[in-house]
């Protein structure tokens, strides 16, 4: 690590770099960051990586009570890098942070310590969780009365000038790349205003890291460009902020790798699938009940996950089957790999990944069989032949989901007892505070009752 540390504090040097960023998420994986000047001795950086930072954690959600609110940012010099959005000259550099107590202990409720404690059991296995994600997002505008619109009206790789995207995308690659990441492709997604831009399939805990600089270096490069325009428009990761339109997904693509070798591969098989991929699909189906208040956190979540807008509603896989909860891609070998569809980018990468991966390795431990691939649209199932393939649905609520997630001992035992108990106060508050609101859709339809 010291390798990286005089890396740091030289490239700190070089650039005359002013500010440097301690950047964590709160339990929802909202990014929260605090900012310090370096003023003239550039040497600090040295003193910051070693002994960190103390800051208030009872003003974060999910973290600690008033009583108990000292904690400490320490930041992981791995992750360091210039921010391409601000400013070039005397620029500011970003770390992302682990989370103590002041006694030197990792703070449970920290999510970037939750997946690293799943990936240290890896480890004594020489195993390494390996997973590629797809978030999508939106471009929204606002209409004269103030209403959200999509800021154009394309759809599925479509080219100008029905995609408006086609420069928010190029600005945002050049910048991603400047920030490390292998960008493997941007295109025009299937409702108006929706894009995606697939990065490259990584380890889990640099691939969360990824999945939260990727969210804000988008939303904060894209408001740039719309206040030098003098525009309105704006990024969300929401997953279904239009009705009668497809929502945004993050669909999960997940491996096992040792000693280089995939796990997930056998080229035995008809399938081309080992045993422990089929068995970690089985930890998977078996706990996606539980796993959907974690991937699928937020009560819009299941505005997305219905049927007919390619969302996964169904507890199966298929191997190429795209209305079943979970896909197998064509591609095998090394690049053999199990699609999981139902997250979406409201959730908290740190925590999906963990849950997912603690999952699929309990199917291994357990031999789950996740029975026969369903190759048929189970769109088009009828309740009887959906009950004679013993296909379940998932819930279809976050009220479902949380109670789903509350007697699932082994998705609570992957974030641990803190975070699992304060995700569940955040979540009973979130359905109370959204089932008591009156909406216009509620009022436009029984008012004259």
Not at 193 to 213: R, S, W
Not at 317 to 342: D, F, H, M, V
Not at 388 to 400: H, Q, V
Request: net charge negative; charged share 30%; with cysteine.
């Amino acid at each position: 690590m010291g390798n990286y540390v005089n890396k740091v504090i030289n490239e700190v040097n070089e650039k005359d770099i002013k500010f440097v960023r301690l950047q964590f998420v709160d339990i929802n994986g909202i990014p929260k960051n605090i900012s310090v000047s370096l003023g003239n001795d550039k040497e600090e950086i040295e003193d910051l990586m070693s002994d960190g930072m103390l800051f208030d954690g009872s003003s974060i959600d999910g973290f600690v009570e008033i009583h108990e609110s000292d904690l400490v940012l320490k930041p992981d010099p791995l992750t360091f890098s210039l921010l391409p959005w601000r400013p070039g000259k005397s620029g500011v550099g970003r770390f992302i942070c682990d989370i103590y107590t002041p006694e030197g202990k990792p703070f449970a409720g920290d999510p970037r310590s939750a997946l690293k404690k799943s990936l240290e059991k890896l480890k004594s296995k020489c195993y390494e969780y390996n997973i590629g994600p797809e978030p999508e997002f939106f471009i929204v505008d606002q209409d004269e009365n103030g209403n959200y619109i999509p800021h154009d009206i394309g759809g599925y790789f479509d080219v100008e000038p029905i995609d408006k995207g086609p420069d928010f995308r190029r600005h945002l690659v050049n910048d991603l790349e400047k920030l490390g990441f292998e960008v493997e492709g941007s295109h025009h997604e299937v409702a108006p205003g929706q894009n995606e831009i697939a990065f490259k399939f990584d380890n889990a805990l640099k691939t969360a890291d990824g999945v939260i600089t990727f969210k804000q270096a988008i939303k904060a490069i894209v408001a740039k460009m719309a206040f030098e325009e003098g525009e309105k428009y704006r990024v969300t990761f929401m997953p279904k902020p239009f009705f009668g339109e497809n929502g945004s997904g993050m669909h999960c693509h997940q491996s096992l790798f040792k000693d280089g070798k995939n796990l997930f591969a056998d080229d035995n098989t008809k399938t081309g699938l080992s045993q422990e991929a089929l068995y970690f699909m089985g930890g998977l189906l078996e706990h996606s009940s539980a796993l959907s208040a974690i991937v699928a956190p937020i009560v819009n979540s299941y505005k997305r996950l219905v049927p007919g807008y390619e969302a996964p509603v169904y507890k199966a896989y298929g191997l190429k089957n795209r209305s079943a909860l979970i896909r197998i891609p064509a591609a095998r070998g090394q690049a053999t790999r199990i699609e999981y569809r139902c997250p979406d980018p409201s959730c908290n990468p740190y925590l999906a990944f963990a849950a997912m991966l603690e999952a699929g390795l309990d199917g291994i431990r357990n031999k789950t069989d996740p029975g026969e691939p369903t190759e048929a649209n189970i769109y088009k199932m009828s309740e009887d032949e959906l009950k004679k393939r013993n296909i379940e649905f998932i819930p279809s609520s976050l009220w479902e989901a949380y109670h789903a997630f509350e007697d699932d001992d082994v998705i609570k035992n992957a974030l641990g007892d803190h975070i699992s108990e304060k995700f569940l106060e955040l979540k009973y508050a979130e359905w109370d505070e959204y089932r008591i609101r009156v909406f216009g859709y509620e009022q436009n339809k029984y008012m004259s009752l």
